[in-house]
């Protein structure tokens, strides 16, 4: 079993069939190409979607991981481009690390932003987090606008923002693919990606849950 204790399910019921279902995901996945703590990500994906189609969809930036426990193990913000990620994360687990979430899709500026400029809610979305500071050196988790991700990567081509990591999975057909495969050209600003349309704020949520694992896992390896 485990040794986390805030990043578990809260009754040892939950915790045996969490424990069991990754069990079946190591034995059912086969072999593959990535790390350890690479893997319990991806396994958590698999585990939220029932989709092994994501062992080898995801490809992770080769500072992805340890980006990622930083900036959680120092409360830094994260951002994301739909409210269903924000509702989707664990609050008691976020708050052991001093962690907020910002989403600002439904904000009454960012549509009047969005319609007077012709743009997108989450472009100008993006662009109020990034004047709120969330953005640099903070976690963005983009799991269902694409435009959010390429403003993202705007900013950090033309205005030097660079956040700590990038989870960038947004789903969908138009730019979905583009935008991910612009993002995972970067070497200097560390992601995770999930190669081709597959994606959502499922997938997002259990990324950024497993990273809170490996953070609770290195604090305590940390201090024993």
């Known amino acids: 079993m485990s040794a986390n204790i805030v990043t578990e399910q809260l009754t040892p019921a939950g915790q045996q069939i969490e424990h069991d279902s990754f069990a079946i995901v190591d034995a059912e996945a086969g072999a593959h190409a990535y790390s350890a703590a690479q893997w319990q990500v991806v396994r958590r994906m698999i585990h939220a979607t029932a989709d092994f189609e994501f062992n080898g969809l ?9 980006a990622g426990i930083q900036a959680l193990s120092k409360g830094s913000p994260i951002f994301v481009d739909v409210d269903m990620i924000r509702v989707g994360l664990s609050q008691p687990r976020l708050q052991h690390f001093g962690v907020q979430v910002h989403q600002f899709i439904s904000d009454a500026d960012v549509i009047a932003s969005a319609q007077a400029q012709n743009s997108t809610r989450a472009v100008q979305a993006v662009r109020k987090a990034h004047t709120a500071g969330f953005l640099h050196r903070g976690i963005a988790a983009i799991g269902n606008a694409p435009t959010a991700l390429l403003e993202i990567l705007r900013l950090i081509r033309e205005e030097g923002v660079r956040p700590a990591l990038i ?3 947004p789903v969908g057909f138009v730019s979905a693919v583009e935008s991910k495969e612009a993002l995972a050209q970067l070497t200097d600003t560390p992601w995770i990606i999930t190669a081709g349309r597959k994606g959502g704020s499922t997938l997002v949520v259990a990324a ?3 990273l809170l694992a490996l953070t609770e896992t290195q604090a305590r390896t940390a201090t024993a």
């Not at 992770?60 to 340890?66: E, R």
């Open 208 to 210: 950024l849950h497993a």
């Open 167 to 169: 989870v960038g999975m």
């Open 58 to 66: 995801t490809r992770f930036h080769p500072q992805a991981i340890a």
